[in-house]
Structure formats: C-alpha cells, structure tokens
C-alpha cells in the first residue's frame, strides 16, 4: 500500500499545483497584467512596484485557487483511476476506497490549514499594504502617476487628463475641481505643463502655460449657461497636495482589509448593521477554508463517477462545483449587512451541503 499511497500523493500534488498555477494565471495574473502595462508604459511606474503590487494580490487569489485547484486534481485524478481501471483492481484486492482516499485526507487538511492561514493572517495584511501602494508611489515618485492620454483621479477633489506626457513636460492638460458630489465646479485648461516634485512639502507643483479658467454654478454646476470664464494666464501654478492623497489613504479601509482583531472590536459596535457585517466578514475567514474538505469528500464520486480521462472534462466539473459553491458565499457576502437573515450562518451552509452530499455519494460509492 505504501506503492499506492506514494502513487496517489504524487499525481494529486502535481495536479493541484498544476491546477492552482492555470487557474491563478488565467483569472489573476491576466487581470493584473492587462491593467498594469499599461501603467508601466504610460506612467513609467518602477518594475518594483508592479511586482509588489502582484505579491499583495496573490495571496487574496490562493484563497480561491487552492480549493479550486484541489478540486480539479481530485476529479482528474480519480477519474483517471477509475477509467483505466485501477480503482477496479485495487478493490478487487481488498482495498476500499476509504483506505485508498487516504493520502487525499492528508492533503486536504494540508490545503485546509494553508488557506484558514491566507484568510486569517496573510491576505488582509497584502489588502492593507495595496491600500497605501499608490501614496507610497506618489511620494516616492509622484510623476508616475501622470501619464498619456489618461485620466488621474488619484487626487480627491480632482481630475486631471493630460493629452501628452513626455518626462515631466506636459500637453493638453484638462484640470477638473470637484464638488462633494463629484461634479465640476471649475475647469483649468492649458496648452503646455511641467511637473516640479516638491517632497519636502508634501506636493506636486504643476506649472501651467497659456491657461484658461472657467467658473461654474456652485448651486447648479450642471448648468452650461451659468458658466463664466475666468483669467487667461500665460503662467501659472497648481499646487497638488499629497497630504490629501494621504488622508484619502488613511480612510478606514475595507472590511477585508481589517484583521480579525479589528473585526472583533467592531462586534461591540451600536450600530446592528456593523455588528452583523463583521460578524459575518468573520465567519466567511474561517468557513471558507473548509471548503477543501468539502470539495474532496463530493470530488471523489463524482471523479469516479464521471469515469472520464479528459483534462477539460475535469476542469469543466471542477468549475461547475465551485462556481455553486461560490454563489452561496457571495449571496452571503451581500446580505451581511442584514442580521434578520443570519448571512454569518450562511456563509457555512455551502460546507455543510457539500459535506453531507459529499459523504452520501462516497457511502454509496464504497457500497458499490
């Protein structure tokens, strides 16, 4: 048995690497990728910080991956064994299919306990730390977050598109100031720029030539025909505090940001909505890992089951299971502010149906 035992640990472990690699390229590493070249291009951002930037996503996407990832491996694998037969044999020598889902407990539980860690410990801190990643660009080289043909809304209170970027020479330059509403109450435009980093005050000067000034309606800025034009000035400057991208930094940050210690001193909140969105942004971090356990106790009969060697086969089951699954955690996720509908237990249901269908399937597989 220890043959077999090897035998099945090696294609399960290889399979769930596989898996969670394609599954986090295709749904992560892509995503990233198609957002941020064009960052690197237009905006000249460091190569360091789009690697930082992907280190801080990872973690939150293994959270998805790995259970995926198992998932697949278990369909693949015992779909395999059990279409060559081997399944087949290795009963018809006494062994039950218990004894031969060993080695899939031990890596069940491995899995189990590597995302309760990503859920608890790494992914809020990598939420956290992608929060400031931008401030931490913009004060470090505050130029990278202008770029071509783009518009910065980095800055709260404006908007800026510039038409051409080239070093720290600007052309066509648009500047919106906004409203707590976020509409325009003034616009600036100018032919030409020039950006000047000024560090030690916490701001970027934008030197503006050849500008023009319009006014809006502060009780109506939608309206067109209340619009009064302002100064033209061959020169002069914006001044761009970064003492407000800061302050907009340091906005409490989002639940799945906050540590579970955060979290719990939120539960003594007034406020029955708060109370009932932490408790439940609480339960999603611990019920969620057990969804390894969960999708290899139903993966096994339906792998053998399916009694199918295709790889798309396996991915396509694989993503049926988990989008199912998923959808529970969402609808969960979505009613947490609502504690009259319990969203905390709802976000366990899908481990608890996965289980008993799970283990329904398997007694009636070991029966066979």
């Known amino acids: 048995m220890k043959l077999v035992d090897r035998f099945i640990s090696r294609e399960l472990l290889v399979n769930v690497l596989f898996a969670i690699a394609v599954l986090s390229l295709v749904l992560v590493v892509g995503n990233i990728f198609r957002k941020l070249l064009p960052l690197l291009v237009n905006h000249d951002v460091p190569v360091e910080y789009l690697l930082a930037f992907i280190a801080y996503v990872l973690p939150f996407s293994l959270i998805f991956t790995i259970p995926w990832g198992l998932l697949t491996a278990v369909l693949l694998v015992f779909g395999r064994l059990s279409a060559d037969n081997e399944l087949t ?39 956290e730390k992608l929060r400031s990643t931008i401030f931490d660009l913009a004060t470090r080289n505050p130029m990278a977050l202008f770029g071509s043909d783009q518009v910065i809304d980095e800055f709260p209170g404006r908007k800026i598109y510039v038409g051409k970027k080239d070093g720290n020479k600007l052309e066509n330059i648009t500047v919106f100031e906004l409203n707590r509403s976020a509409m325009p109450l003034r616009v600036t435009y100018a032919r030409s720029g020039l950006l000047e980093a000024d560090l030690p005050n916490k701001r970027i000067l934008m030197h503006l030539y050849n500008a023009r000034y319009q006014q809006r309606d502060e009780n109506d800025p939608t309206d067109l025909h209340k619009i009064r034009d302002g100064i033209n000035a061959t020169e002069g400057t914006l001044p761009i505090s970064l003492d407000e991208l800061y302050d907009k930094e340091k906005k409490r940050p989002s639940r799945s940001a906050l540590s579970i210690q955060q979290l719990l001193e939120q539960l003594k909140s007034e406020n029955k909505r708060e109370r009932s969105a932490s408790r439940t942004e609480i339960n999603k971090r611990f019920s969620f890992p057990f969804s390894c356990l969960a999708f290899a106790v139903i993966g096994v009969p339906l792998g053998v089951t399916a009694h199918r060697r295709e790889t798309s086969v396996g991915f396509a089951m694989g993503l049926i299971v988990a989008v199912s699954y998923f959808l529970f955690v969402i609808i969960g996720d979505t009613l947490r502010a609502n504690p009259h509908v319990h969203p905390e237990l709802l976000v366990w249901f899908p481990n608890v149906l996965f289980l008993v269908l799970g283990a329904q399937l398997f007694r009636r597989l070991a029966r066979q």
């Open 89 to 127: 044999a290795l009963r018809s020598n006494g062994v039950s299919i218990s004894r031969i889902c060993i080695p899939l407990a031990f890596i069940a539980l491995a899995s189990t306990a590597i995302c309760l860690w990503l859920n608890v410990e790494v992914a809020p801190t990598a939420q």
